[in-house]
């Protein structure tokens, strides 16, 4: 983690939203893009992650440096809407699963590029995702999972969406996301992990470019 991350880290356990903004104000020359959430934010909620595991602060600390770090990403305007590209995502939270904010993070990059987003939040049961997929008929769910102890309930999650008559694509991401992509038994074509927001933007543009593409050649016009 580089010191930049670990004095926004300081500010967010302090509560102090004024001070973290004007730190990220500092820095976006430094970090443009996706990068001031990649290599700015996200490395600090990680070190605060880490300092909760390890009982260094309380609940109260994380969930006060949370909530602060929310209003932050709530107010940036680094990334605009793109060009609309008729695809939708829906991103959520595993049953009891209660890390957002990379879901938050995602959600912005994938309106950057212009898709319809919807956020359901975290701690949603399967049978109310798969009523609102149902409903709504997405063509990626994006869920985030950031405890060792959730993937037995990613797994129902990834078996209950590809059972589906159209099975969405299935984004995973969150600081489980690498040792998912080791396990045998979670294996999906449409599974993808993503490890960062930088994984995310390249799939994100193969995605855009294959659906432009496909509507060319059917004869539809992209304009």
């Known amino acids: 983690m580089n010191e930049h991350s670990k004095d926004l880290a300081d500010h967010l356990l302090k509560g102090n939203e004024k001070e973290a903004m004007k730190l990220i104000n500092t820095y976006q020359c430094k970090y443009p893009g996706i990068s001031i959430f990649e290599d700015l934010i ?10 909760w595991e390890h009982n260094k602060i309380s609940v ?5 440096a949370t909530a602060v770090c929310d ?10 809407e793109g060009t609309e ?3 939708k995502i829906m991103l959520l939270g595993l049953e009891e699963e209660q890390h957002y904010l990379g879901l938050r993070m995602v959600g ?16 949603l049961p399967l049978g109310h995702m798969l009523n609102f997929i149902d409903v709504w008929k997405p063509d990626v769910v994006g ?3 950031a405890l060792p102890y959730r993937l037995p309930t990613l797994i129902k999650y990834v078996e209950s969406l590809e059972e589906l008559h159209s099975p969405p694509q299935i984004l995973v991401g969150g600081r489980m996301a690498e040792k998912i992509a080791r396990i045998d038994h ?7 992990i993503m490890n960062n927001l930088t994984m995310v933007e390249n799939w994100i543009q193969e995605r855009n470019t294959e659906t432009r593409e496909e509507k060319e050649f059917n004869g539809i016009s992209t304009k």
């Open 42 to 51: 996200t490395p600090a909620m990680y070190y605060i992650g880490e300092l």
């Open 60 to 64: 109260a600390d994380e969930h006060l």
């Open 71 to 80: 209003m932050i990403i709530s107010q940036l305007s680094i990334l605009s």
């Open 85 to 87: 590209s008729n695809q």
């Open 108 to 123: 912005i990059v994938f309106k950057k590029h212009g898709w319809d987003v919807k956020y359901l939040g975290p701690n």
């Open 143 to 145: 869920v985030s999972v």
């Open 186 to 192: 979670i294996q999906s074509d449409y599974l993808h």
